[in-house]
């Protein structure tokens, strides 16, 4: 027995709608490889910027102000401070990451944005915990916020700049 035309092409084109709605939430949502870990969203990169006084590592389009997370540190110092954009009504108080299954939250504060209509949740947390040394292996971090997760992979090239971050922080 063979389905009828328009389920056929049901099956063909609800894929590529989804493909297609999901693209438009990027990087909030960003397909998976088929060993699980998140494939990069097209534009969006970790940005490494090597500061002697306060090295940062930003995802974000690139030459944009369209950076959704920041990791800075004093060199040496093993803290990472953590800057998450976030709107103007969000009532989110904590920041959770996660990288290769490991995950934690970190209580934030709430503070004004300078680059966009909203705020950012800051907190600050040991270099040294699990979830950052999985991101330094993996090069990719995910933010949770509820049960939705937002995947932040690395271009193919980029992905030690994680680990490079590490290493200045400490």
Known sequence: MRPAPWLT??????????????????????????????????????FL?????EPRLSYGLAESDDVPLSLMC??????????????????RRSIVLESGGDTETYPARVEAA????GVHLVATAPASQPVFQRFRRLGWLAVWNGDRRAMMAAQPGSEGRAARFLDLCG
């Open 9 to 46: 092409a049901a099956a063909f084109i609800a894929p590529i709608a989804l493909t297609l709605a999901l693209g438009a939430c990027a990087p909030s949502l960003a397909p998976l490889s088929a060993n699980g870990a998140p494939l990069p969203v097209a534009g969006y990169d970790w």
């Open 114 to 117: 300078e680059m966009h209509d």
């Open 49 to 53: 910027n090597e500061d002697p006084a």
């Open 74 to 91: 004093a060199p040496g110092s093993g803290k990472i401070g953590l800057s998450l954009a976030a709107d103007q009504t969000s009532d």
